[in-house]
């Protein structure tokens, strides 16, 4: 049973930066493509980005391309998300996922974390 683990959200102020971790155990995270999601009050889930391997990747978010980017470290057991030039607007919890095959729909991925939460204000 994979367990997936986010971390590294917190408060920033708009223009700023973060990096998201999602470190998994239990399992090899090279077997599997991991999406990133945000949730926003009031809002439905929103597909982000996936990676299914080190040289393939996928955005879905309009909102976020150009600014947020994937990597994964198999040797870490991590994939990270680069979020920059953060708007008041990506104020949300974001979670990490694995499924067997990139998606953008949250009902074909196995395995969740708990999710971190991100707040970009001044």
């Known amino acids: 049973q994979m367990q997936l683990v986010e971390s590294g959200g917190g408060l920033v102020q708009p223009g700023g930066s973060l990096r998201l971790s999602c470190a998994a155990s239990?399992?090899?995270?090279?077997?599997?493509?991991i999406g990133w999601f945000r949730q926003a009050p009031g809002k439905e889930r929103e597909a982000l980005l996936c990676?299914?391997?080190?040289?393939?990747?996928?955005a879905y978010a309009d909102s976020t391309k150009g600014r947020f980017t994937i990597s994964r470290d198999n040797a870490k057991n991590t994939v990270y998300m680069q979020a920059n030039s953060l708007k008041p607007e990506d104020t949300a919890v974001y979670y990490c996922?694995?499924?067997?095959?990139?998606?953008?729909?949250?009902?074909?991925?196995?395995?969740w974390g708990q999710g971190t939460q991100v707040t970009v204000s001044s």
């Open positions: 239990g399992s090899t995270l090279g077997n599997y493509a």
């Open positions: 996922a694995a499924t067997s095959k990139c998606s953008p729909w949250s009902d074909e991925y196995d395995y």
């Open positions: 990676i299914q391997d080190s040289h393939s990747s996928i």
